[in-house]
């Protein structure tokens, strides 16, 4: 069964930055499309970051510029490196298969003060 550990989350104030790490078991994320989603309280859970298999990166307008997804295949882990956060990225940060999804892990939160 494939589990999913997201980490590195925290609370740090607005134009700080943050490393999220997700270690994958049961998989191998290098021939996978994986990306990195945030749900805010009371919202929908969204797709802000992904990397195809040919390593191809794709960014929600929001994040984009400042937020870097990347992955080590030899650790099977999946990262993303968030920089100039802002009050509006504050959410629990999950990492996931494209399509089909595998079961969500217990993301991280990700607190950012103004």
């Known amino acids: 069964q494939v589990q999913l550990v997201e980490s590195g989350g925290g609370l740090v104030q607005s134009g700080g930055s943050l490393r999220l790490s997700c270690a994958v078991s049961?998989?191998?994320?290098?021939?996978?499309?994986m990306g990195w989603y945030r749900q805010a309280p009371g919202m929908q859970r969204e797709l802000v970051a992904r990397?195809?298999?040919?390593?191809?990166?794709y960014y929600d307008a929001s994040v984009k510029g400042r937020f870097t997804i990347s992955r080590d295949n030899a650790k099977n882990t999946l990262y993303l490196q968030m920089n100039s956060l802002k009050p509006e990225d504050t959410a629990v940060y999950y990492c996931?298969?494209?399509?089909?999804?595998?079961?969500w892990g217990q993301g991280t939160q990700v607190t950012v003060s103004s």
């Open positions: 996931n298969k494209i399509f089909p999804k595998y079961n």
């Open positions: 990397i195809d298999s040919g390593d191809s990166t």
């Open positions: 049961g998989s191998i994320i290098s021939i996978l499309a």
